[in-house]
């Protein structure tokens, strides 16, 4: 019995021992097991957190990139919350973005919006013209102003029509004047074209030695004495008054030629520009008195062609000045009127010669227009 009893006594033992080993062995792996699974938790929590920020933030990029942690882990609570929370965040900071992105989206749509808006005008057939064709919305007052200036600013002269002619009074009358803005229009294009065919800086050279000119464009004087008029009351101040009811451009070249023989009277100093020039005329011959015989018509010998007309038999300065007028105006060249035997040619040769000397806007190379039928 003894015996046997120490063998149930053994077996009890092992099997105790074994039991013992089994439980402790079950505690400590479950143990082990819970450590790694807090742990792994730990781990799959940041983890987590982190691939599921990236994930979030990489949404729109990998929108189907499956999440390998999310189906095993079992989070604790806490951690869902924080996950929440910063997902929360991070689902702000996306709203943000997002509502950053519409704002910009806005913005652009603002500004696409301000461009077709400043598109629209330039598409628009309403608005468009305003902008391009202004000009045409000015008043034929401004445009005449505008191109008055444009002449005054070319040709160094001053151009006045209209109320601007102000208390001035071309010997003493009253002027008609030109307030029709078409009809300035028109003859402002006519002066233009008249002071074209002079030598570059002529004007800008007798305005700079003290001698500037003023045009007074009217309709006519009451008397209609004058078709232009050159006053040379103040030399510092010449005027000239041109009206409509001769040739115009005539009447403007026959006042420039006053306004040029003043102007020589000065530069050639002491010279007597004038004797030279009465000296080509006839020895019986006293300005005026009206002599037919001298004028040019071809009822007189082309060697009696002293006198462009008869009004150039007045004065000297008319002499002068008429025969300017017809070398510049004349359309054409009259054969006869400038030929060789012609007087008229001689003095017509002497005003250029004398304008040549005076002026250093003209020289041997420059085009002159009075030249044209004397070469
Ligand atoms: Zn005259």
Same mark, same amino acid.
């Given at each position: 019995?003894?015996?046997?009893?120490?063998?149930?006594?053994?077996?009890?033992?092992?099997?105790?021992?074994?039991?013992?080993?089994?439980?402790?062995?079950?505690?400590?792996?479950?143990?082990?097991?819970?450590?790694?699974?807090?742990?792994?938790?730990?781990? /799959?929590? !940041?983890?987590?957190?982190?691939?599921?920020?990236? *994930? @979030? =933030?990489?949404?729109? &990029? %990998? $929108?189907?990139?499956?999440?390998?942690?999310?189906?095993?882990?079992?989070?604790?609570?806490?951690?869902?919350?924080?996950?929440?929370?910063?997902?929360?965040?991070?689902?702000?900071?996306?709203?943000?973005?997002?509502?950053?992105?519409?704002?910009?989206?806005?913005?652009?749509?603002?500004?696409?919006?301000? /461009?077709? !808006?400043?598109?629209?005008?330039?598409?628009?057939? *309403? @608005? =468009?013209?305003?902008? &391009? %064709? $202004?000009?045409?919305?000015?008043?034929?007052?401004?445009?005449?102003?505008?191109?008055?200036?444009?002449?005054?600013?070319?040709?160094?002269?001053?151009?006045?029509?209209?109320?601007?002619?102000?208390?001035?009074?071309?010997?003493?009358?009253?002027?008609?004047?030109?307030?029709?803005?078409?009809?300035?229009?028109?003859?402002?294009?006519?002066?233009?074209?008249?002071?074209?065919?002079?030598?570059?800086?002529?004007?800008? $050279?007798?305005?700079?030695?003290?001698?500037?000119?003023?045009?007074?464009?009217?309709?006519?004087?009451?008397?209609?004495?004058?078709?232009?008029?050159?006053?040379?009351?103040?030399?510092?101040?010449?005027?000239?008054?041109?009206?409509?009811?001769?040739?115009?451009?005539?009447?403007?070249?026959?006042?420039?030629?006053?306004?040029?023989?003043?102007?020589?009277?000065?530069?050639?100093?002491?010279?007597?520009?004038?004797?030279?020039?009465?000296?080509?005329?006839?020895?019986?011959?006293?300005?005026?008195?009206?002599?037919?015989?001298?004028?040019?018509?071809?009822?007189?010998?082309?060697?009696?062609?002293?006198?462009?007309?008869?009004?150039?038999?007045?004065?000297?300065?008319?002499?002068?000045?008429?025969?300017?007028?017809?070398?510049?105006?004349?359309?054409?060249?009259?054969?006869?009127?400038?030929?060789?035997?012609?007087?008229?040619?001689?003095?017509?040769?002497?005003?250029?010669?004398?304008?040549?000397?005076?002026?250093?806007?003209?020289?041997?190379?420059?085009?002159?227009?009075?030249?044209?039928?004397?070469?």
């Amino acid at each position: 019995m003894k015996r046997k009893q120490k063998i149930l006594l053994g077996i009890i033992i092992f099997v105790a021992v074994i039991s013992i080993s089994v439980m402790v062995y079950i505690f400590a792996f479950k143990q082990h097991s819970f450590d790694t699974n807090i742990s792994s938790l730990e781990n /799959n929590q !940041e983890q987590s957190e982190e691939e599921k920020v990236d *994930d @979030e =933030t990489v949404t729109v &990029e %990998e $929108e189907n990139q499956p999440s390998e942690n999310i189906p095993e882990v079992e989070e604790p609570q806490d951690a869902n919350t924080d996950t929440a929370q910063e997902n929360q965040e991070v689902n702000n900071k996306k709203d943000s973005n997002q509502n950053q992105e519409e704002s910009k989206t806005e913005i652009t749509e603002d500004n696409s919006n301000s /461009n077709s !808006e400043s598109d629209v005008p330039i598409e628009s057939p *309403d @608005e =468009t013209p305003e902008k &391009e %064709e $202004e000009p045409v919305e000015k008043t034929q007052e401004e445009l005449n102003n505008e191109k008055r200036n444009q002449i005054m600013s070319t040709y160094n002269v001053t151009i006045k029509y209209g109320s601007e002619i102000g208390s001035y009074k071309p010997r003493g009358e009253n002027p008609v004047l030109m307030t029709d803005s078409v009809r300035i229009n028109s003859y402002l294009s006519r002066i233009e074209a008249a002071l074209k065919v002079y030598p570059a800086g002529f004007f800008k $050279e007798m305005k700079d030695a003290g001698m500037p000119v003023t045009f007074y464009l009217i309709e006519r004087v009451p008397s209609n004495s004058f078709a232009g008029l050159t006053d040379k009351q103040y030399y510092s101040d010449i005027k000239i008054t041109l009206t409509t009811t001769g040739f115009f451009e005539r009447t403007l070249h026959h006042e420039i030629m006053h306004y040029i023989d003043y102007y020589l009277e000065i530069k050639l100093y002491p010279e007597r520009h004038y004797e030279s020039y009465q000296a080509l005329n006839p020895s019986d011959f006293v300005y005026g008195a009206n002599n037919n015989s001298y004028v040019f018509d071809s009822s007189n010998p082309i060697s009696n062609y002293y006198f462009i007309n008869t009004y150039a038999q007045q004065h000297v300065l008319e002499d002068r000045a008429s025969l300017f007028e017809d070398l510049m105006a004349r359309p054409y060249i009259n054969s006869d009127c400038y030929s060789e035997l012609s007087p008229l040619r001689k003095k017509a040769k002497l005003i250029s010669e004398q304008i040549d000397r005076a002026y250093t806007s003209v020289s041997s190379s420059t085009y002159k227009h009075w030249e044209r039928f004397i070469k």
